[in-house]
């Protein structure tokens, strides 16, 4: 897919990129690439193979035990706040 010298700049601008005249053909030429490869990924035929959860066969990720490591210390953190009232927070009204 070949983008245009236009479509460069109107992404440059969502990006808050500001390109040189020098700079927007090299940048046309690597999107138009980077859309072709991703155009090739989406002709791939998929059909037949079926989703993984880890790339290596037979591997797993290992997971840390879902245990509590750390004491509740809301009432102490509190105590530092100007305003709490039933165990929340209290802030000025900002809109009206």
Do not use: C, K, W
Not at 30 to 58: C, K, N, Q, W, Y
Not at 68 to 80: K, M, P, S
Request: glycine share 4%; proline share 7%; net charge negative.
């Amino acid at each position: 897919m070949a983008l245009t010298r236009e479509q460069i700049e109107s992404i440059a601008a969502l990006a808050r990129l500001e390109l040189s005249a020098a700079e927007v053909p090299v940048y046309q030429d690597s999107l138009s690439r980077i859309l072709d490869f991703v155009g090739a990924l989406e002709r791939a035929d998929t059909a037949s193979v079926a989703p993984m959860a880890h790339p290596l066969p037979g591997l797993s990720q290992r997971l840390r035990p879902d245990t509590v490591t750390e004491q509740d210390r809301h009432a102490e953190y509190q105590q530092n706040a100007p305003l709490t009232a039933a165990g929340l927070y209290l802030v000025p009204r900002v809109i009206e």
